[in-house]
């Protein structure tokens, strides 16, 4: 499957391609389709470079710009020109699709992803995920402001602390009233 780099996104233009990549997944989003439904894609579809980045690793894509083929480490160093602490968030992101998660990014809730089981259309994301380095500071405030984020939209809000390659630590946080 071809995609074309535009700035930090990637866009799927067969429409065949895009409707297979989403039906088998739910990567990216249909362009001008708010609550996509599988097997109903009829235009392209625009991915995030973190989930780009993972389909290209497993074979799935295949990435262009400017007509030229980017190579693996081309887009990793893309990832890291966009993303802050991209290592970490990919493998947080890796983390949870091969656990059979679904991914999206989480942008419009003030995160970094936002989690299904299920998938988008099929139930709302559970899960808010925030990925934090294993030295940096949260503080209180911080918290209460994920916790008052996930709680204002019935989410759960997990923080993911990467301590090495083969290790993430998740921090669930559950509110509740007295």
């Known amino acids: 499957m071809k995609s074309e780099l535009i700035e930090n996104r990637l866009i799927i233009w067969n429409i065949a391609d895009a409707n297979k990549l989403f039906s088998n997944g739910y990567y990216g989003k249909p362009i001008g389709i708010s609550k996509p439904k ?3 894609i009829d235009v392209p579809l625009i991915l995030d470079l973190i989930e780009g980045y993972y389909l290209m690793i497993k074979s799935k894509i295949q990435i262009f ?21 991209f290592d970490k968030k990919f493998q947080v992101y890796n983390d949870f699709r091969e656990k059979g998660y679904i991914v ?3 942008i419009k809730f003030g995160c970094d992803f936002a989690v299904y089981q299920k998938g988008p259309g099929i139930d709302h994301a559970p899960f ?23 709680t204002s939209v019935k989410k759960q809000f997990i923080l993911a602390v990467p301590f090495s390659t083969k290790k993430i630590d998740y921090i669930a946080l559950d ?3 007295a």
């Not at 710009?65 to 602490?85: F, G, P, V």
């Not at 808010?128 to 294993?134: A, I």
Request: with cysteine.
């Open 38 to 40: 599988h097997n109903e």
């Open 65 to 85: 710009k400017n007509k030229k083929k980017i190579t693996i480490n081309a887009m990793l160093k893309i990832c890291k020109e966009h993303h802050y602490n």
């Open 104 to 106: 999206n990014p989480g």
């Open 128 to 150: 808010l995920v925030q990925v934090y380095n294993k030295n940096e500071n949260i503080s209180s405030t911080d918290v209460v402001l994920a916790g008052r984020l996930a």
């Open 175 to 177: 509110w509740w009233k």
